[in-house]
């Protein structure tokens, strides 16, 4: 009883000083909230208990999801059981809460341990340099959730002017319905991001998604024909193709294409990624001389495609032209890994960074993604080091300048020279030491040390051979 009458009096503390204060289980589920935690978040703490709240990242696209992964500790908190972390937390319909540090302890062990978080003010504490660079990777990425809100796709991540550039482009897209193409290099996620942008443009539209490589004209009718039939059955139906890889299409499957979307203007919409070494389809549908450099090269998209996709084209950049953004989508990669459950590292080391940033990825996007996963699975501590990345990444070597001279030591280079001089001195003498002497400008003596020496070194340098 007594206990119990010290817990009533505890919550009473909290609640009248309005202490933002809250707990998590070791299952990293949120198991109390103070009433302050609710003011601050503008959500019902009810709504919020029994949420998963690990690494900053959410299991779903639910709101209180991605609240309650934004109250979940640092990277570098089970190892110190002690950190803070200036919090971000994202909006809840029109409430936007402030930004707050908050400092978290973990009390316990084992499967009786809790986490307590309270928001407030505490820089008492340096921390090491590869955590504080984590920290300040999620600090970032949950800012960036902040801003964003419904814009949570990778690719969308970073400060770079690429990255901000591609940000304006799709805030435009979510914002109209319309025909969109999207220009991406290798491996560079174009397919992940429109479907990203008809979620938000479209929301319960159904979208089909083709290969336009592996399609014909008649295989083509038959992938669409459930979504043809419901545009037929309602004139009110809408619907989105995603077409992959258009510049691998074949003409004729590329003109049935738009004869569908003719046959359902303004319901029917087009999708489209192709190679950003592809033929630009504005300038095909104005007719700009697009003649193929190489057997290689694809098809060029028809005109009439192109006239479609004019309005809006969003270009994806390379990973390499976005090395600036590398750490924050490396790390956003690697907290959706951590949803599982099954993985232990929450931060990458500043060597294994670094690694990275000099790799040129080849396959953008997509080898990024294999390599977080290969990496996470690697990894047993809390941290990825630069072991735990796949070989390519961590024996890569910056190839040097094809320009770039090779220069040997001092010593070495005046030690050939000189020989070269002795040795034309000696020639030109008809190998009269004496002569030779004058024409150096030294004494026959030092010449006499000088050849000695050189005949040594060419007996060593037989021997080593």
């Given amino acids: 009883m007594g206990t119990s009458t010290k817990i009533r009096k505890l919550a009473r503390l909290l609640e009248h000083e309005g202490a933002t204060l809250w707990c998590i289980d070791h299952s990293d589920e949120l198991v109390f909230l103070s009433a302050g935690c609710a003011d601050w978040l503008g959500i019902d703490v009810e709504d919020l208990i029994g949420r998963r ?13 991605l609240i309650a992964a934004s109250l979940s500790p640092p990277p570098g908190f089970q190892t110190l059981g002690t950190a803070s972390l200036k919090t971000h937390p994202p909006s809840f319909g029109n409430h936007r809460p402030e930004s707050r540090e ?13 986490t307590i978080g309270i928001a407030g003010e505490f820089r008492d504490r340096k921390i090491e340099s590869d955590i504080q660079d984590a920290v300040a990777i999620r600090q970032r990425l949950d800012q960036w959730r902040q801003r964003q809100s419904g814009l949570g796709s990778i690719l969308l991540i970073g400060t770079s002017s690429a990255a901000q550039s591609l940000q304006r482009r799709v805030e435009v897209a979510c914002s109209i319905r319309t025909h969109i193409g999207l220009i991406e290099p290798s491996g560079g996620g174009a397919d992940v991001l429109a479907r990203h942008i008809h979620q938000l443009s479209a929301s319960g539209e159904p979208l089909i ?8 004209a008649e295989l083509l009718d038959s992938a669409v ?4 039939n419901r545009l037929s059955d309602s004139e009110s139906a809408l619907g989105s193709i995603l077409c992959r890889q258009l510049d691998q299409t074949s003409p004729a499957t590329q003109m049935r294409l738009f004869s569908l979307m003719e046959s359902f203007p303004k319901r029917l919409r087009l999708l489209a990624t192709w190679g950003s070494s592809s033929a630009n389809p504005i300038e095909t549908a104005k007719g700009i001389n697009l003649e193929p450099s190489s057997e290689e090269r694809p098809n060029p998209i028809c005109r009439e495609i192109g006239c479609l996709l004019e309005t809006i084209q969003i270009p994806i950049e390379k990973l390499s032209d976005r090395v600036e953004d590398l750490h924050s989508m490396a790390q956003a990669l690697l907290g959706r890994h951590r949803v599982t459950g099954k993985i232990t590292a929450d931060r990458i080391s500043r060597p294994a960074l670094d690694a990275m940033v000099n790799y040129p990825w080849p396959n953008n996007l997509i080898e990024l993604e294999e390599s977080i996963r290969f990496a996470s699975n690697n990894s047993v501590g809390e941290a990825i080091q630069i072991e735990d990345l796949p070989l390519s990444i961590r024996s890569y070597q910056v190839p040097l300048p094809q320009n770039t001279r090779r220069f040997l030591p001092l010593d070495v280079l005046v030690r050939k020279y000189e020989e070269s001089l002795i040795i034309e001195a000696m020639e030109s003498a008809n190998q009269n030491r004496a002569e030779a002497s004058r024409k150096l400008g030294i004494s026959r003596s030092r010449l006499i040390r000088k050849l000695d020496q050189l005949e040594s070194d060419a007996k060593v340098k037989g021997r080593s051979t």
């Fill in 53 to 65: 709240s690990k690494a900053g990242t959410a299991v779903s696209g639910d709101p209180a999801d």
């Fill in 102 to 114: 908050v400092r978290y302890t973990r009390v316990g062990k084992g499967e009786s341990s809790f």
């Fill in 209 to 216: 998604q083709i290969d336009g490589p592996l399609m014909d």
């Fill in 225 to 228: 024909m459930p979504l043809l």
